[in-house]
């Protein structure tokens, strides 16, 4: 079965510093989003992208946050300046056209800011 | 986003039928109503969505009230694996992005 994948499965970053997370959505697949989960907290929406541009992002995606998709397959998401509270289980999730089909979420990538 | 409302969290013993409640008083005519749980240390796992009537799938079936203000999740025989957070998640299909907006979900024990 198809799936979505996350790399890397941890990062450790000291504050300040750019990391891009990576994520591989499934290859049929035209809406990608990225999700953000504080320790102990809810699942929280940062970002849609679809047809090469942001189609919805919430108050957390500030100007710290971009996503890109460089080729076919990947779907990055970059935090330019970390901070502290950052940290955080990023997931990818990606779907199929048709708002009501289910996301593929990804097994997310653990982001320890120090 | 319209907002559901679920018990912060239940116990199933395993083997055993379950029904997770969620109540979306406010929901519109244009909501599709999406389960999705989450296991512990994974990203979210879709289980299931209707809009108007009752679905079944391999893991479960979902029952929508008829003024579909309220739906139930059915495990129909919980195993240990089942224990997760489960979300019901309201999601307009008039909104191209699609997102999910997840709440605090109803944390499911099962017990052996």
């Known amino acids: 079965e198809p799936e979505v994948t996350q790399t890397p499965s941890h990062q450790v970053t000291q504050m300040g510093q750019e990391v891009i997370l990576r994520c591989v959505p499934i290859s049929n697949h035209l809406y990608f989003y990225w999700y953000r989960q504080i320790l102990g907290q809810k699942v929280e929406f940062l970002v849609s992208?679809?047809?090469?541009?942001?189609?919805?992002k919430s108050e957390i995606f500030d100007d710290q946050f971009s996503v890109e998709r460089p080729d076919g397959s990947n779907f990055t998401l970059k935090i330019r300046s970390t901070k502290l509270e950052d940290s955080a289980m990023y997931f990818c999730?990606?779907?199929?056209?048709?708002?009501?089909?289910?996301?593929?979420f990804g097994p997310g990538t653990r982001l320890t800011v120090l | 986003d319209a907002k559901t409302t679920q018990p912060n969290s239940m116990e199933s013993n395993e083997e055993e039928p379950v029904h997770l409640p969620c109540n979306h008083s406010t929901i519109s005519g244009t909501d599709y109503i999406h389960w999705y749980r989450q296991l512990p240390s994974q990203g979210p796992e879709y289980v299931i969505h209707g809009l108007t009537s009752n679905v079944n799938n391999r893991m479960a079936s979902l029952a929508i009230a008829e003024d579909r203000k309220s739906s139930t999740l059915i495990l129909h025989r919980a195993t240990l694996r089942d224990a997760a957070v489960y979300y019901c998640i309201l999601r307009d299909m008039n909104t191209n992005a699609g997102k999910s907006t997840f709440g605090d979900g109803t944390t499911l024990t099962v017990k052996p």
């Open positions: 999730a990606s779907r199929l056209a048709g708002v009501y089909n289910e996301q593929f």
């Open positions: 992208f679809y047809n090469n541009e942001i189609s919805e």
